[in-house]
């Protein structure tokens, strides 16, 4: 059976979703990804899995249900920090981050059978989920991340070393405010459309 991988930051105002200030404050969008976080949290502690970890930038709060083992992110890069959360695993991996909660545990229900690795490429040209059969840092170390570029030259990485690769469906990250409505409106039961409304409601939008 598969670890589930979350890697995220603490939901601190000024931290967190800093592309979302305008138009709201950093306070509010902090509370959009305090309630993103919440809803992928609970959805991969609702999916079968053998282990999963929260791989963390800050201190664990209420927002994090039993069931997680919780460690810290190490310095460097993001390839840095996604290869160390790969590093503490010693068999099949899929990590994702806390900016899609439209994430089901059917998307996270993945197996290796006939692939060596799976690939969930995001609509602004990252990544949303990675998985290794067999987990190895190298994959991702020194691949540029934050870039339109970025899914593209991890695949190519994945690819170059070998391995067989099942592409996931496309989803989009919760970057901007137009990615807020979006996907709210693709998970409109979750904490985060719930969290966006709130604020609608109060004036923001």
């Not at 979703?17 to 609702?46: H, M, N, S």
């Not at 791989?55 to 997680?68: S, Y």
């Not at 170390?141 to 570029?149: L, Q, W």
Request: charged letters at 25%; a negative charge; proline letters at 10%.
């Amino acid at each position: 059976m598969t670890t589930l991988l979350v890697i995220a930051k603490e939901p601190r105002p000024g931290r967190v979703k800093t592309r979302l200030t305008p138009p709201f404050t950093p306070e509010e969008a902090a509370a959009l990804a305090e309630a993103a976080l919440t809803d992928t949290l609970r959805t991969v502690a609702g999916t079968p899995a053998r282990r999963r970890v929260l791989v963390l930038d800050g201190t664990a709060g209420p927002w994090l249900p039993p069931g997680f083992d919780v460690v810290p992110q190490c310095a460097g890069g993001l390839d840095k920090r996604l290869a160390a959360a790969f590093a503490g695993c010693d068999g099949p991996a899929l990590l994702i981050g806390m900016d899609t909660p439209q994430v089901t545990p059917g998307l996270l229900t993945v197996d290796f059978d006939g692939y060596d690795a799976c690939f969930g490429p995001a609509d602004d040209g990252g990544f949303w989920a990675l998985g290794l059969a067999e987990p190895d840092p190298e994959l991702l170390r020194g691949v540029p991340m934050s870039t339109p570029a970025t899914g593209a030259v991890q695949r190519d990485r994945l690819v170059a070393a070998g391995l067989r690769v099942r592409d996931l469906p496309r989803l989009r990250d919760v970057d901007t405010a137009a990615d807020a409505e979006a996907v709210a409106a693709m998970a409109p039961h979750g904490c985060f459309a719930a969290e966006l409304a709130r604020l609608r409601t109060a004036g923001r939008r």
